[in-house]
């Protein structure tokens, strides 16, 4: 017993020593190159910045040494070393009070990076979770992917990943057992339900390189074109460019944006975009504490010059509201819906030399016009609440969308004067 807490508080002083130093080191500020907005894929340049430290070295030795006795001598249970460290170093981040300021561990990071990338190694489907239930669901599977090629269903439960239990289980976890390497292949088994069906099905899904699709188009009536955009990833110019193309050759003489429930994403993805649609001028700006100010601007290469509508709603949040600002902003199109969520600050990541990252808010950025929407959002042009008057159980029918109904309406009388 004595050798084992020699060995502990061996490991214990050196790991708070380390963690004290880090705290330090990382209480005199970091500084990246690139700017997005919060949730946001960011550049891994930095440059150390100078900043006083809140507590002294000697300090937080002391009082980390005094919790590694309290654990090691009173604690009930065995520790897991990576997962006190990694408790430390996030409890560092979650001192700040600000919910997007957060430490990733390696694997986790390299999620982050994958989703922003808009690419990963997978079989091609989003997941939720029932939070009454815990059950973990396809709740979409992309076209085109593994998924879909195998027979997996939107609405599918997943009960099984090769031979293991995921019932109850916490959805990050059902995840990482889906992951693995390109070629090989994940066994599921799925419970299905169809009315008051219920089957349960199996499938062996092969896991490949797979793009996610972040836009989706089609042409509605009158010669409307109807883009939605989940979010803002690196590959959502380039399919957005297509999408303009294919609606552009079938003579399209107004378009509807939809960003609803679009969460953000990378910030040179969104100005991108509103590069095809704006002319040249002001996208936004970011600001930090010491007055730094940066401009993101659009080029007189390309723009549109028919009428435009855009949906927002409260789940319209980040780098969807810096679309949305520019667009109100410049009278470039009407927003219809209902006011955006208001997250108007800004997270850089920093990658770490062990494969992790930490995420911390640096400044806040504004709409050209100068507004600040933190926690104040963007009122839309024309307030109206989402209904939907076709069947849940029916695919989405933009038919019967009251919110794209008005848009139509809307955008008829602009294109008519």
């Not at 070393?81 to 919910?99: A, C, H, M, N, T």
């Not at 998924?147 to 239990?165: N, P, S």
Request: with cysteine.
């Amino acid at each position: 017993m004595e050798k084992r807490n020699a060995r502990n508080q061996s490991f214990w002083s050196g790991f708070f020593w380390g963690v004290a130093v880090m705290l330090v080191l990382t209480s005199a500020g970091l500084f990246l190159m690139r700017c997005t907005p919060a949730g946001d894929r960011l550049s891994a340049g930095f440059r150390a910045g100078t900043a006083k430290s809140a507590v002294s070295q000697r300090e937080t030795r002391g009082k980390l040494n005094q919790l590694a006795n309290i654990i090691d001598k009173l604690y009930y249970k065995e520790t897991q070393e990576q997962q006190i460290k990694d408790g430390v170093y996030s409890g560092l981040l979650d001192s700040l009070g600000d919910p997007y300021s957060q430490y990733f561990p390696p694997q986790e990071y390299q999620a982050l990076m994958e989703s922003t990338a808009g690419s990963y190694c997978g079989i091609g489907i989003v997941l939720s979770q029932n939070k009454e239930t815990m059950d973990t669901f396809l709740f979409r599977v992309y076209p085109g992917t593994p998924a879909m090629e195998a027979g997996l269903e939107d609405g599918d439960i997943i009960k099984a990943v090769d031979g293991k239990d995921m019932e109850g289980k916490e959805i990050s976890l059902v995840s990482k057992q889906l992951r693995g390497e390109e070629g090989s292949q994940v066994h599921l088994q799925v419970i299905r339900k169809k009315g008051e069906e219920t089957k349960t099905l199996e499938f062996d899904v092969e896991r490949r390189q797979v793009e996610i699709p972040t836009v989706e188009w089609q042409i509605l009536e009158g010669g409307t074109g109807f883009v939605q955009i989940s979010e803002f990833t690196d590959l959502t110019p380039e399919q957005f460019g297509q999408a303009l193309d294919d609606l552009k050759e079938q003579n399209i003489t107004s378009l509807i944006v939809d960003v609803r429930g679009n969460p953000g994403g990378v910030l040179d993805s969104v100005c991108d975009v509103l590069d095809m649609i704006l002319p040249k001028g002001l996208l936004v700006y970011t600001e930090d504490k010491y007055g730094n100010r940066t401009d993101y601007t659009s080029s007189d290469e390309e723009y549109l010059d028919f009428p435009i509508a855009v949906l927002v709603d409260q789940d319209s949040a980040s780098a969807s509201e810096i679309f949305a600002g520019a667009m109100k902003d410049y009278n470039y199109g009407t927003l219809i819906g209902t006011r955006t969520f208001g997250k108007g600050i800004v997270q850089q990541i920093v990658p770490l030399v062990d494969g992790s990252a930490v995420k911390v808010t640096t400044a806040r950025y504004f709409t050209p016009k100068g507004n600040n929407i933190h926690e104040v959002g963007i009122e839309p042009d024309i307030e109206l609440e989402y209904e939907y008057f076709g069947a849940k159980e029916e695919a989405y029918d933009p038919g019967k969308d009251n919110q794209v109904q008005k848009a139509l309406e809307v955008l008829k009388k602009k294109t008519e004067n």
